[in-house]
């Protein structure tokens, strides 16, 4: 989470001569995944696609709040991590790079995980320890 999120700040700075794709797209990419991750790790025994849509779910919200343009909000917004948290203009592309980043979280752990905390104390046998 650590690192999908410095990747994501890191994106974000255009002094570094990253180009303007990058800049524009791949923070809110980050973004979608580290929710992703973030509730992947708050709840280890749901099913990955539940984690998912959670995630999606919450990240779609939170794009869409930032057509609420009240003083105390835009107050939050103004701070630094206020705006990396729930932004500041909505965006119709972020809606796609939402659902990138989550899907990349999602084929990532369908990969490359290990059993889950759910597989390991279940006591029917399952494909990661077939005894």
Not at 78 to 87: D, F, K, M, Y
Not at 111 to 128: H, I, M, Q, Y
Request: overall charge neutral; some cysteine; charged content about 10%.
């Amino acid at each position: 989470m650590l690192a999908v999120a410095l990747v994501g700040i890191a994106s974000r700075s255009e002094a570094s001569g990253i180009p303007g794709f990058v800049v524009a797209y791949v923070g809110d990419t980050a973004w979608a995944l580290f929710v992703f991750l973030a509730i992947g790790f708050i709840m280890p025994r749901w099913p990955v696609v539940r984690i998912a849509a959670l995630a999606l779910a919450f990240s779609v919200t939170i794009e869409f709040s930032q057509l609420y343009q009240a003083p105390w909000i835009n107050a939050i917004r103004e701070n630094p991590v206020g705006n990396l948290a729930i932004g500041d203009g909505f965006l119709w592309s972020d809606l796609v790079c939402y659902a990138v980043g989550i899907t990349g979280g999602v084929f990532a752990e369908v990969l490359f995980r290990g059993p889950t905390v759910a597989e390991k104390t279940n006591t029917k046998p399952s494909r990661w320890y077939p005894l």
